[in-house]
């Protein structure tokens, strides 16, 4: 899970960039990197940690240049961030390329096979995205037949890619020299828009980025969402030119964007996140109806922040009290992908903390975004009959994450799954809640693409139905061994 931004301007780009990625942050806070482009010569910092703590008045005098693209990433693998495993990724043949990119690729293994033995090209590290980026660089350099690069050869190069590669990407891409290059998987699992303005002397400027508020808070119209399989390449010059590059593309975004990743102020696909997440609260309270007496509810409270407008909703429909029960430390990164059992279960007693006064003697209804791990969840319930709850029931916005998600989000293992193997009265037990209640799967997918005319979801962590076809049990048993190892 990673937030990426590219910009083509007709005024340095630095501070531009920068600005975005402090809008991404919530979709990555391991690292970061900003590249940019001056003519044919690239400028790039990157560091661990966030994009505040990242970047010196020093590093943004040295990134010179009207392109530019940026990363914010969150660790999908092992337990450790190495610096040489953030983004963005350089080399220098053809023409010198730097590329960020957002997802997960599923066939790793046998691209670094190909990668060594019948490309010829060497990878200096774990990253995924690195061999993205030599998996392009190839294919872009089979195109080559003269002394100039066209259009016609970078969507070529795409085309190859896809055939290629396999698994989650929306990947922004610099070729020194001719422009920005952006595009996405043929299924369209992670998010990427367009967006554009004109400058007062009639130039245009273009953006991409992984969430609308990017292109909002820069002045930018949204002009579309990149689709499945499409590439979009922009010139120095500011000329814009897509073209379809997938044989057979279809829209399957991934659903855990707007259950928990996206920002609620963004639209993606044309679904606004918040209003997905009010539908998700409508639905949920239906199933809340079916299996409990409402008598045994005296007040709804939410996990801030992102289950906030799903219990709000709840709460309406159920005509129960809504209060906030729980005060939420900013500064503290979201568990779930945190690494480490231990450290995510400490890291909740900082992140969040009960206020006695809202829970003594109550029966409290408890809504969250979605159950992952479970440590979260178990910790709060814990600090709720501390403060005093005279009961707990534990509800979901999502349904039970019973299978890894192999698209760009840390779900390696099934064993860490709280509801893997286990029934829903199995899981409050172990979280030690009086009642548990999950949205139902059809229920999920209707609330998202109401009113669109998206017909599919990538549901794969709850249904264990994965979009690409491609991945497998034995798949799935090596992730775990590689991820544990």
């Known amino acids: 899970m990673c937030g990426i931004v590219g910009i083509v301007s007709t005024e340095p780009v630095n501070q531009q960039i920068y600005d975005s990625l402090l809008l991404l942050q919530h979709r990555g806070q391991d690292s970061t990197g900003i590249a940019t482009a001056d003519g044919s010569v690239f400028h790039m910092h990157k560091a661990r940690g966030q994009v505040r703590e990242a970047f010196r008045t020093r590093d943004m005098r040295s990134l010179l240049g009207t392109m530019g693209l940026g990363h914010v990433r969150y ?21 010198g390329i730097i590329l960020v990119h957002n997802g997960n690729l599923t066939n790793t293994r046998e691209l670094s096979v190909d990668l060594f033995r019948i490309d010829r090209r060497h990878v200096n590290s774990t990253s995924d995205t690195e061999m993205l980026l030599n998996v392009l660089a190839t294919e872009l350099q089979g195109q080559i037949t003269g002394l100039e690069l066209d259009p016609d050869q970078v969507f ?19 070729i020194a020299g001719y422009g920005l290059l952006a595009f996405r998987d ?29 292109l909002e808070n820069g002045d930018y119209q949204v002009v579309r969402d990149v689709e499945p399989g499409e590439a979009i390449f922009i010139t120095l010059d500011g000329e814009m030119i897509s073209r379809q590059c997938a044989t057979d593309p279809r829209l399957v975004p991934c659903s855990f964007e707007y259950v928990y990743l996206a920002r609620p102020d963004s639209v993606m696909n044309g679904i606004s996140v918040y209003e997905a997440r009010l539908r998700m609260g409508d639905r949920l309270a239906t199933t809340i109806e079916t299996h409990m007496d409402q008598g045994d509810i005296d007040v709804v409270m939410p996990i801030p922040d992102s289950s906030r407008p799903a219990a709000m909703q709840v709460a309406q429909k159920l005509g129960i009290e809504y209060r906030e029960g729980f005060y939420k430390n900013r500064y503290v990164g979201r568990t779930f992908i945190m690494p480490g059992q231990a450290q995510r ?25 979605s159950i992952v791990r479970g440590t979260t969840s178990k910790e709060i319930v814990e600090m709720a009959r501390a403060a005093g709850a005279n009961k707990v029931t534990f509800t979901s916005a999502a349904p039970p994450v019973r299978y890894p ?12 799954l709280i509801a ?13 809640a009086d009642n548990m209640i999950y949205q139902e799967v059809a229920d999920l997918q209707a609330a998202i693409t109401e009113g669109t005319g998206i017909g599919e979801l ?13 991945v497998t049990p034995e798949y799935l048993d090596w992730v775990e061994r590689t991820q544990l190892s």
């Open 186 to 214: 043929p299924f369209g699992i992670r998010p990427l828009i367009l967006g554009k303005r004109t400058t007062e002397a009639g130039k245009d400027e273009w953006i991409v980025a992984s969430e609308s508020l990017v």
């Open 156 to 174: 070529r190069a795409v085309e190859l890619v896809h055939e290629r590669v396999e698994g989650s990407y929306a990947v922004i891409a610099m």
């Open 405 to 416: 998600h192999v698209y760009g989000i840390n779900m390696p293992s099934r064993a860490e």
């Open 420 to 432: 893997h193997g286990r029934r829903i009265p199995e899981i409050a037990r172990e979280l030690n």
């Open 345 to 369: 279960k400490r890291s909740v007693r900082q992140k969040l903390n009960a206020m006695g006064t809202e829970f003594r003697g109550k029966n409290v209804l408890i809504v969250d975004d």
């Open 75 to 95: 660790t999908t693998k092992g337990a450790a961030e190495r610096e040489e495993e953030a983004q963005p990724f350089y080399v220098n043949a053809p023409y």
């Open 458 to 470: 990538d549901l794969s962590c709850f249904t264990g139905e994965y979009v690409t076809g491609t």
